[in-house]
């Protein structure tokens, strides 16, 4: 499952908690405040006409790659997918999925700054994992995420 959040939307520090090197950790105000001060740009979140974009361009893509969506949200501030494993590292695979996006959105006449640096990776190593994963996303979907 990976997982990545459009521009100034879920900073290190969040009291939602946040990722960092691949574990959970708690909010931080002060912490937060100093990543909100350093923002070059607005936040971004996009609209429901963005969301169903930015699916198609990834859903794209995969084919394009050959890469099996399992599952698939793109949220105003965030995006999910589980996807089977790859021979291509997960880096090169995250970035061709941000990159089609972006360029469908550019070519949409959306302007700003699209995606943070980074995304969060969680490998599933059996069934078990897998489905759970794929529920969680698809849950996620259907609150509205």
């Known amino acids: 499952m990976i997982t990545w959040t459009t521009y100034g939307t879920w900073l290190q520090g969040d009291k939602r908690g946040y990722v960092k090197d691949?574990?959970?950790l708690r909010g931080n105000d002060a912490l937060l405040k100093s990543n909100l001060k350093r923002l070059k740009n607005p936040a971004t979140r996009f609209g429901t006409e963005h969301c169903?974009?930015?699916?198609?361009?990834?859903?794209?893509k995969a084919q394009e790659i050959r890469q099996q969506i399992y599952a698939i949200v793109v949220c105003s501030s965030h995006v999910h997918i589980v996807a089977e494993r790859t021979n291509e590292f997960i880096e090169k695979v995250v970035s061709?999925?941000?990159?089609?996006a972006r360029l469908v959105l550019r070519s949409n006449d959306f302007i700003g700054r699209i995606w943070t640096k980074g995304f969060d990776k969680r490998f599933c190593f059996n069934r078990e994992e897998l489905e759970k994963k794929i529920k969680y996303v698809k849950d996620h979907h259907n609150t509205g995420g």
């Open 22 to 24: 691949g574990k959970i």
């Open 96 to 100: 061709f999925y941000k990159n089609a």
């Open 52 to 60: 169903a974009i930015v699916r198609h361009a990834i859903l794209k």
